[in-house]
């Protein structure tokens, strides 16, 4: 799992050892469509973005003191806030957020921030939800792929691998 304070060029770089493309990341990324953060992961954005005592500058406004309001300097870290405007909903409006600086993670807004061929991709599927689709089936398939010399795993919490299974001995 990336870190939250990922920049883009430093996501590019971990996808592409697992030979998935700028366009895979920017579209598996989108599975932030739905699902909450904490505030552990974002409040240096919000008090000292790269270490300059100052928010993140690519931060719309108004989206700031929403997460200045969830998330306070000395707050609960582990308080969440939805990833998008439209938590519950697999859509395109995770990256029309992105276009609008209300990404909730450093890791995701950088797709937009940076200038680079990710932006190319947030602003294609955030007019084209069908293009997105497309591209997530791609990219999720791909990694499926993938071949770890391990067996997959739903994991129960995302930052956590699964403990392995208890086997339970009968007696008789």
Request: proline share 6%; net charge neutral.
């Given at each position: 799992?990336?870190?939250?304070?990922?920049?883009?060029?430093?996501?590019?770089?971990?996808?592409?050892?697992?030979?998935?493309?700028?366009?895979?990341?920017?579209?598996?990324?989108?599975?932030?469509?739905?699902?909450?953060?904490?505030?552990?992961?974002?409040?240096?954005?919000?008090?000292?973005?790269?270490?300059?005592?100052?928010?993140?500058?690519?931060?719309?406004?108004?989206?700031?003191?929403?997460?200045?309001?969830?998330?306070?300097?000395?707050?609960?870290?582990?308080?969440?806030?939805?990833?998008?405007?439209?938590p519950?909903?697999?859509?395109?409006?995770?990256?029309?957020?992105?276009?609008?600086?209300?990404?909730?993670?450093?890791?995701?807004?950088?797709?937009?921030?940076?200038?680079?061929?990710?932006?190319?991709?947030?602003?294609?599927?955030?007019?084209?939800?069908?293009?997105?689709?497309?591209?997530?089936?791609?990219?999720?398939?791909?990694?499926?792929?993938l071949?770890?010399?391990?067996?997959?795993?739903?994991?129960?919490n995302?930052?956590?691998?699964?403990?392995?299974?208890?086997?339970?001995?009968?007696?008789?």
């Amino acid at each position: 799992m990336p870190s939250p304070r990922a920049t883009a060029s430093a996501l590019i770089d971990l996808f592409s050892e697992f030979n998935l493309s700028v366009k895979d990341l920017v579209a598996l990324s989108g599975s932030h469509s739905i699902g909450n953060g904490r505030c552990f992961s974002i409040v240096f954005r919000l008090y000292n973005q790269s270490g300059t005592g100052r928010p993140d500058p690519v931060m719309e406004p108004k989206f700031r003191e929403k997460l200045d309001k969830l998330c306070p300097i000395g707050g609960d870290g582990n308080v969440t806030g939805d990833l998008d405007s439209t938590p519950h909903v697999f859509d395109n409006q995770y990256f029309k957020d992105l276009v609008s600086g209300r990404g909730f993670l450093n890791s995701d807004q950088t797709l937009y921030s940076s200038n680079g061929t990710t932006r190319e991709y947030v602003q294609q599927f955030s007019t084209d939800q069908e293009a997105f689709f497309k591209a997530f089936v791609e990219g999720m398939v791909k990694m499926g792929d993938l071949q770890s010399g391990r067996p997959g795993e739903i994991r129960r919490n995302c930052r956590i691998i699964n403990s392995p299974p208890v086997e339970i001995l009968m007696k008789s």
